[in-house]
């Protein structure tokens, strides 16, 4: 249907120059009596008659509801009823072969990329290098370390605005970590007990301690941090592991997050201990929950504990 | 419109008896399950994954679960856990709830998720990404409360992050595109949400993924070029859009597709991706006078793709095929340079096959050859040569009142420009159509006709030389 020189307009090759530069225009206008606006001085016009014709070209814009787009928008929701892509967990029937995640103390096995994928990327791959802390990105990892690992920090903080807002594009800085919360809050409705951006718990504990110079983690100067200074060294110990001693003791809508239970179907893959890491807690007598070494559950990231400071 | 990311194995729904038994055995466990959760004595990860169950495989008992108490507290506590595999599966639940047809799912009530899912934006897992995408996107429809507090959450700073992370994915794209698309196509968001979105850096990412990729397919082409057209036609800033390309990048990938389309090679859906693009360069025209953006519209070859387009699609798409000479009208209306291209390049007869089609095809057509003839005595000569007035002859018989109208407005102005143009018309028995048309239901036809007769085709007009 096409004419063969429309097509070879359109097939012609790149050599061929196509810029409308090159094109010659033609001279505009019209003789003086040629247009069909200009009044004839011709006995036949009678006067005061007006000129009938109202065309001048114009350019149209539409807006998005316009009906001149409907049948388009309706092409447009068809193609997104009808569309349903892969499976969310799309899992390759033909490849028997295993994703062993190879961090050290991480045992885990899945039968398919994408499960190995979200476990390393939810799990360990930004993962504080100082408390083992979890988060979910690169920006909350960086202002994690800044705000609980970076002695310079709470120097800068008592005198400047340190404190960023959590959300990438907000820019906005804050003197103290609880007005940055409310900010949260108030601004951009995030609520109050928003999992990344919990305080830490301080601890004064000295098995804690002990532990964590036992550990090694080249925070040795933390001991001799005053109060109130960035370092949390306690934190270590009391995030690992947080069982639920009274469950009665928690607010309705709080539910515990304990993720492997003996019975539970399959979906909690039991993770073993390491045992670099001394842990006397595990030995109360609790129900055990067992926890890899590398997630951590302080912090608030226990549902469990809306309270401050729980002391073992 | 709401997209599902299918779970192959679970997309049945059941209409037997022994469906609804074991739909009621089931939702009698997860409400139970549900219940033990809030009181904190089961595992709450078992209770999501039976949940997502139930959801995906009984949609119709998503009403019920929401009415449970608690359960969206549970759903909410798993997806902002560290255990993965019950983060995925509360976000699954999440999913199912988002996309479903139910009156009582309102978006509103999954408000408690969004912090999370736009936290996870900026995380790394593509799968799980889509699944947070797709879900934030499905809350978006209808629901103006549920838009504003994505907007205050940082949605778009957190997809613009996301595109610029998952640049190479190109599934992430397509359900990154889409979510934005989603966003900007309310019709509130020119308050607030587009102007986010444009100050965003989101305009690059979504031009360069305009192209499509022949082995991913069209998806994120398409997603792209329709976010880019909700955002031209909101007309907020589209001197910014030009700016950063968006003029230049359509305009290309429409030639481009012209060349395909030529070629006989028009694979599925490809309309899909054309229909957008046409209405980003049709309106993007209007940004500013078309003298300044000619920078952007070197490529000659625009106006055979957009008659190719027409012509390809008239009988599948005639609404496609009218969007093209839409755009080609804002190309001719004020451009004499166009004007003559269109000629140069012999296009005209083009055009002049589709003056039979009716559903708007006809009279925007005649509007460009109007246009065309509106720049001076020497383009009605050449659209004459093309057989122009032989077509008018034909167009001036439709039962159309607004093709006859248009018809005597081209008319008009060829017979007015010069004589011999008048005289080809009267030899191509042209003086009893108008004649005829002198007793048109309508006095601006009639009255049309009347003025062409008496000044511009009597003998003594056709004399005086």
Redesign the interface.
């Known amino acids: 249907?096409?004419?063969p020189?429309?097509?070879q307009?359109?097939?012609?090759n790149d050599l061929v120059d196509?810029?409308?530069?090159?094109?010659?225009?033609?001279?505009?206008?019209?003789?003086p009596k040629?247009?069909?606006f200009c009044s004839?001085t011709?006995h036949?016009?009678e006067e005061g008659e007006k000129?009938?014709?109202?065309?001048?070209?114009?350019?149209?814009?539409?807006?998005?509801?316009h009906e001149?787009?409907?049948?388009?928008d309706i092409?447009?929701?068809l193609?997104?009823?009808n569309?349903?892509?892969?499976?969310?967990?799309?899992l390759p029937n033909a490849r028997p072969c295993e994703f062993r995640c190879h961090i050290s103390g991480c045992s885990q096995v899945f039968n398919c990329v994408?499960g190995y994928?979200?476990?390393y990327?939810?799990?360990h791959?930004h993962v504080c290098s100082s408390c083992q802390k979890?988060l979910?990105?690169?920006?909350?990892l960086d202002i994690h370390i800044q705000e609980w690992h970076d002695s310079l920090f709470s120097i800068l903080a008592e005198r400047q605005d340190m404190y960023q807002c959590l959300?990438?594009?907000?820019g906005l800085k804050f003197r103290t970590r609880e007005q940055r919360k409310d900010h949260m809050i108030n601004?951009?409705?995030?609520?109050s007990d928003?999992?990344?951006d919990k305080a830490m718990r301080t601890k004064k504990n000295k098995t804690a301690r002990k532990n964590l110079l036992q550990k090694g983690t080249g925070m040795e100067e933390s001991i001799s941090k005053p109060e109130g200074s960035s370092y949390r060294p306690e934190e270590e110990e009391s995030m690992e592991l947080q069982p639920?001693l009274d469950?009665a003791a928690?607010p309705?809508?709080?539910?515990?997050?304990?993720?492997e239970?003996p019975s539970?179907?399959p979906?909690?893959?039991p993770i073993p201990l390491t045992t670099n890491q001394p842990r006397s807690q595990h030995n109360r007598g609790m129900q055990s929950h067992r926890v890899p070494r590398t997630?951590?559950?302080g912090q608030g990231?226990v549902?469990?504990f809306r309270g401050r400071g729980r002391r073992i | 419109s709401k997209r599902l990311l299918v779970n192959e194995d679970e997309d049945e729904e059941g209409g037997t008896m022994d469906t609804m038994f074991v739909f009621l055995y089931v939702s009698a466990c997860v409400s139970a399950c549900v219940s033990a959760c809030v009181s904190a004595c089961v595992s709450a990860c078992a209770c999501v994954q039976l949940s997502v169950l139930f959801l995906s495989s009984f949609p119709v008992g998503l009403p019920s679960f929401l009415r449970q108490q608690g359960s969206i507290s549970v759903l909410v506590t798993n997806l902002s856990g560290p255990h993965p595999q019950c983060r995925l599966e509360a976000a699954r639940c999440f999913h199912e709830l988002s996309h479903s047809p139910h009156r009582e799912v309102d978006p509103w009530r999954l408000r408690q998720a969004t912090p999370y899912l736009i936290t996870y934006l900026s995380g790394q897992s593509p799968k799980f990404t889509e699944l947070c995408l797709y879900t934030l996107a499905n809350m978006c429809p209808d629901s103006e409360n549920v838009r504003e507090l994505l907007l205050v959450q940082g949605v778009v700073p957190a997809l613009t992050s996301c595109i610029q992370i998952h640049r190479y994915n190109l599934a992430v794209v397509e359900a990154v595109a889409f979510t934005f698309s989603q966003l900007v196509s309310a019709n509130s968001a020119s308050g607030e949400m587009i102007p986010a979105v444009l100050a965003s850096g989101l305009i690059p990412h979504l031009l360069s993924a305009l192209t499509p990729d022949p082995q991913f397919g069209l998806g994120p082409a398409i997603e792209c070029a329709w976010c880019l057209h909700y955002l031209c036609c909101s007309n907020v800033d589209n001197g910014t859009l030009v700016a950063q390309g968006a003029l230049l990048q359509c305009t290309s990938l429409l030639v481009t597709l012209g060349g395909a389309v030529a070629k006989g090679s028009v694979m599925e859906g490809l309309e899909l991706l054309i229909w957008p693009l046409l209405r980003c360069v049709g309106n993007l025209l209007l940004s500013g006078p078309l003298g300044a953006l000619q920078p952007h519209l070197k490529d000659s070859r625009l106006l055979a793709a957009l008659i190719a387009f027409a012509q390809v699609f008239l009988r599948t798409h005639p609404a496609l095929a009218r969007e093209s000479i839409w755009v080609l009208n804002n190309l001719t209306a004020d451009s004499s340079v166009f004007s003559s291209a269109m000629l140069y390049l012999n296009l005209v007869p083009g055009l002049i096959q589709l003056l039979p089609f009716s559903e708007g095809i006809n009279t925007m057509v005649l509007r460009v050859l109007g246009n065309i003839a509106h720049h001076g005595r020497e383009y009605c000569v050449h659209l004459a040569q093309a057989g122009l007035l032989s077509a008018l002859c034909a167009t001036l018989k439709m039962a159309d009142s607004e093709v006859v109208t248009f018809s005597l407005e081209v008319l008009g102005q060829l017979v007015a420009s010069d004589t011999q143009l008048a005289d080809e018309f009267i030899k191509q028995s042209g003086l009893p159509l108008l004649e005829a048309i002198q007793f048109n239901s309508q006095e601006t036809i009639r009255i049309r006709a009347t003025h062409l007769l008496e000044h511009h085709l009597t003998p003594l007009c056709l004399v005086r030389n």
């Not at chain 1, 569309?83 to 799309?90: N, P």
């Not at chain 1, 979910?136 to 909350?140: D, V």
């Not at chain 1, 309705?252 to 997050?257: I, K, L, N, Q």
């Open positions: 249907m096409l004419q020189e429309l097509i307009l359109l097939t012609v196509t810029s409308i530069d090159t094109i010659p225009k033609l001279p505009v206008g019209f003789s040629g247009s069909l004839f011709s036949n016009t000129i009938p014709f109202t065309f001048t070209p114009h350019q149209i814009l539409l807006h998005k509801d001149f787009f409907e049948d388009g092409q447009r929701h193609y997104l009823q569309l349903s892509t892969y499976s969310a967990d799309d994408e994928e979200h476990h990327n939810t799990l791959r979890s979910p990105s690169t920006r909350l959300l990438e594009g907000c601004i951009h409705k995030y609520p928003f999992r990344f639920a469950p928690y309705a809508d709080a539910v515990e997050m304990s993720t239970i539970a179907p979906l909690s893959v997630v951590c559950f990231s549902q469990g």
